[in-house]
């Protein structure tokens, strides 16, 4: 694509570009090729404006940047905000991809991944394609491809949604995506808000700043896009109140009968609830146990209604879900009882140890750390809930993130007096934690592993294992002789 054309929309015409060919987009001085155009970003660690030589001697034909005064070989284009301009160029280049698909985007503290695995679910039980960008990983026509980050960078984002050649496309939205502008220039059919609280205060100013950067997402709608909004929640309530007041078009759901998705009762793990267009009551028996997940499913339910499936087929699909790995993933083998989940929020954790507390169980026994560089004002509140939920607790390692072995294990000793004469251990190897748990775990007890979910390791531990997972399975090998978990 020729410069010109490609910078027109943020830069109007130039006609000393006129006749330089662009091959592709790079932000990253390192990925530069010849005939590439550099995008210098201003990073949390990294200015990009001081690699703008090593992109050019690379082969970059043209810089954008948001500094004055620069005397290149090549042509620089000056913005105001180079990531909004990142997301505009990619936009062009891959000739605007999200207009061609049923865009949906999902955003909140917890329930993302799995109501978004759910919409997938949902749409290829009704023999409707679905390419998925998530956490876990990305799908896109019917291929798995690895998942770098809750949400890609628009570059790869932009790639990936002109690969696809599905009919939908649903991706979580987090607020460092959103924040970042990861999702520049993308639009979206559908909104969906599932909840906010307490995370990433080491990011955001505050909940405010937090709500703010979430609701972001709806200013992506395509005019006739749809807010679905989790009623339920006090934000949830404040967001569909903004957006109503921007004349847009909301759709809720919850325990209200002003919801469009009502959710009237649950007994015997049989759920009623009402569809408010249709007046009409439908039962569904969730595959999955705790409040949490439900309130996934109705999101998913709403979303997916309002896109056209069947309300039969949805019901269908929801009670046949297969889960998402590492969302209340369950191992079981001679015994043994494990759940992993990704919990790493005070609601995410409290919603999972409340629905482990629910089942017949002898002991909890809760191995869970302190991820590094990440927001430490919940890590108070996450100890007080394992104690309230848990008959013994493990300490150990999570991602260090940077964070040196010593300033951790002093972090997590201080978290052992915090919890004075509860039933606390630390053992700082995590693949010993899991090992030390199994071993003196009873018949009946539930060992829950929290904080990483499927994620692999990110520093080498003493058992040769990969996540979780892997180990759990090691032991059940080692132990058992055999390989079957």
Aim: with cysteine.
């Amino acid at each position: 694509m020729k410069l010109k054309n490609l910078i027109s929309s943020i830069a109007g015409t130039n006609e000393n570009v006129a006749d330089i060919e662009v091959v592709q987009i790079q932000f990253k001085s390192r990925n530069v090729k010849k005939g590439d155009i550099f995008v210098a970003i201003k990073g949390l660690r990294h200015d990009g404006h001081n690699f703008i030589n090593e992109a050019i001697s690379k082969g970059a034909v043209a810089v954008i940047g948001e500094e004055n005064n620069y005397s290149l070989p090549v042509p620089y284009i000056k913005v105001e905000d180079t990531r909004k301009a990142l997301g505009r160029l990619a936009k062009t280049l891959y000739r605007d991809p999200s207009l061609i698909h049923n865009m949906i985007g999902i955003t909140g503290t917890n329930g993302k991944t799995t109501t978004a695995y759910m919409v997938k679910h949902i749409f290829e039980t009704a023999k409707e394609s679905c390419s998925l960008f998530s956490t876990v990983s990305n799908f896109v026509n019917g291929i798995e491809l690895m998942s770098t980050a809750t949400t890609p960078d628009i570059l790869e984002l932009n790639n990936m949604l002109r690969m696809s050649t599905d009919k939908n496309v649903v991706m979580e939205v987090s607020s460092h995506g959103l924040h970042q502008k990861r999702v520049e220039g993308l639009e979206f059919n559908y909104g969906v808000f599932t909840n906010l609280t307490h995370d990433h205060l080491d990011y955001h100013q505050d909940m405010d700043d937090y709500f703010n950067t979430k609701a972001e997402l709806f200013k992506l709608l395509k005019k006739n896009g749809e807010a679905i909004i989790n009623s339920s929640c006090p934000w949830g309530m404040k967001l569909m109140n903004q957006l109503k007041n921007n004349r847009q078009t909301v759709f809720s759901y919850g325990n209200s009968e002003n919801d469009d998705l009502q959710l009237l009762c649950t007994e015997a793990g049989i759920s009623k609830i009402k569809v408010k267009e249709s007046n009409e009551i439908f039962e569904i028996k969730m595959p999955m146990p705790g409040k949490h997940n439900l309130q996934n499913a109705l999101g998913a339910i709403l979303c997916t209604l309002r896109a056209g499936v069947k309300i039969q087929n949805i019901i269908y699909a929801v009670e046949n879900f297969p889960g998402v790995p590492g969302r209340f993933e369950e191992i079981r083998h001679r015994g043994a009882n494990f759940i992993l989940d990704y919990a790493h929020t005070p609601d995410g954790l409290e919603n999972l140890l409340q629905t482990v507390k629910s089942m017949k169980q002898n002991r909890i026994i809760h191995i869970f750390g302190f991820r590094g560089n990440k927001d430490k004002t919940k890590r108070l509140d996450m100890l007080d809930i394992s104690a309230k939920y848990c008959d013994e607790i493990i300490l150990t390692f999570d991602d260090l993130n940077g964070v040196s072995k010593d300033l951790m294990v002093t972090d997590l000793e201080k978290a052992v007096k915090y919890l004075e004469s509860r039933n606390v251990h630390l053992i700082i190897d995590r693949t010993r934690a899991i090992e030390y748990a199994w071993k003196n775990s009873e018949k009946g007890d539930h060992i829950v592993i929290t904080g990483k979910g499927p994620e692999p390791y990110e520093q080498e531990f003493e058992i040769p294992t990969d996540n979780d997972a892997g180990t759990i399975k090691y032991l059940f090998s080692k132990y058992y002789n055999t390989s079957k978990a």
